[in-house]
Nanobody, 123 residues
Framework: QVQLVESGGGLVQAGGSLRLSCAAS????????VGWFRQAPGKERLFVAA????????RIADSVKGRFTISRDNAKNTVYLQMNSLKPEDTAVYYC????????????????WGQGTQVTVSS
């Protein structure tokens, strides 16, 4: 069993930055790839970014490429999502996800979910 706890969300003006953290606990936490997904009100949950277990490989969704980066500190069992140049359309609940498949980009292949953290970008 792996537990994921997100933090770092909040209210920010357009053009600002936030860094989300996902702290993982559990005996096998470091053996999972970790991704970030987001869900806006009334919309489906969408893939944002992912990082492999060894932190050497990352994937970023086209919608946030060039603005968001993902990183991982395995010594701290924590994954980060650095979000720069935020736009109002980035407003959503951001979820951390642990997966066994690095190329997991959909809801169905996620093994564990965090509880989510709200990000609101004002114009």
């Amino acid at each position: 069993q792996v537990q994921l706890v997100e933090s770092g969300g909040g209210l920010v003006q357009a053009g600002g930055s936030l860094r989300l953290s996902c702290a993982a606990s559990g005996r096998t936490a470091s053996s999972y790839n970790v991704g970030w997904f987001r869900q806006a009100p009334g919309k489906e949950r969408l893939f944002v970014a992912a990082i492999s277990t060894d932190a050497y490989n990352t994937r970023i969704a086209d919608s946030v490429k060039g603005r968001f980066t993902i990183s991982r500190d395995n010594a701290k069992n924590t994954v980060y999502l650095q979000m720069n140049s935020l736009k109002p359309e980035d407003t959503a609940v951001y979820y951390c996800a642990a997966t066994t498949q690095y190329y997991c980009s959909s809801y169905g292949c996620v093994t564990y979910w965090g509880q989510g953290t709200q990000v609101t970008v004002s114009s």
